[in-house]
């Protein structure tokens, strides 16, 4: 089976601009969450996509979205971006709810 | 307000002995607990885990400990290899109602040949 795909893997954005991530999952996964990692935060839990539907959301601002489609592709977009937001973000996929979590390579943003 | 936390943001070990890294939590109602490993420019792969029923699961090298009365969780490596350097990140998972992963800020392992 392939792995959780990302794409892009890098990225460069300036500030105020928008950013939109995406997210493959394991064929048969249909949970896929979300993370940044940023140096000496760990992880930090933005959201989980369940058959289309947030079922979570971690501590983050509005700017920080996401979506899912039928065929578990995820999405995350983050709007006006600040310098701040720079990391890496990570996708996992899992077959479901609080199964076991596939991590994809992530993608690296940088803000400007 | 950090629920899983990794106090030691480093460690170095010398290739051969035991690596021991620890993580605490604050919320007893946590139902297991992983391990994931990470090299750079990679994402997080899964190394072991432990339900909150246990005290102690083994995989080869790898041991996790759990002591659910100091809401503490380690994972030794015996015997460290150089290949095991990595960042090692330490998560909780509640899997009742709204459930998520929460992680740990990670400890970066150096095992020196």
């Known amino acids: 089976k392939a792995g959780v795909t990302q794409t892009p893997r890098y990225l460069i954005k300036t500030r105020g601009q928008q950013v939109t991530l995406s997210c493959s999952p394991i064929?048969?996964?249909?949970?896929v969450s979300w993370y940044q990692q940023t140096p000496g935060q760990g992880l930090q839990f933005l959201f989980e996509?369940?058959?289309?539907?947030?079922?979570n959301k971690g501590n983050f601002p509005g700017r920080f979205s996401g979506r899912q489609f039928s065929n578990s592709r995820s999405e995350m977009n983050v709007s006006t971006l600040e310098l701040g937001d720079s990391a890496l973000y990570l996708c996992?996929?899992?077959?479901?709810?609080?199964?076991?979590?596939?991590f994809g390579p992530g993608t690296r943003l940088t803000v400007l | 307000d950090q629920q899983v936390k990794q106090n030691s943001p480093s460690l170095s070990v010398q290739e051969g002995r035991i690596s021991i890294l620890n993580c605490d939590y604050t919320?007893?109602?946590?139902?297991?607990f992983l391990w994931y490993k990470k090299y750079p420019a990679e994402g997080p792969t899964f190394l072991i885990s432990?339900?909150?029923?246990?005290d102690k699961n083994e995989d080869g090298r790898f041991t996790v400990f759990l002591n659910k009365s100091a809401k503490h969780l380690s994972l030794h490596i015996v015997p460290s290899q150089p290949g095991d350097s990595a960042v090692y990140f330490c998560?909780?998972?509640?899997?009742?109602?709204?459930?998520?992963?929460?992680f740990g800020t990670g400890t970066r392992l150096k095992v020196l040949a």
């Open positions: 996992a996929s899992s077959e479901g709810p609080g199964q076991e979590q596939f």
């Open positions: 064929s048969g996964h249909r949970s």
């Open positions: 996509y369940f058959s289309e539907t947030q079922r």
């Open positions: 919320n007893s109602m946590f139902d297991y």
């Open positions: 432990i339900s909150s029923i246990k």
């Open positions: 998560a909780a998972v509640l899997t009742s109602g709204t459930y998520k992963y929460i």
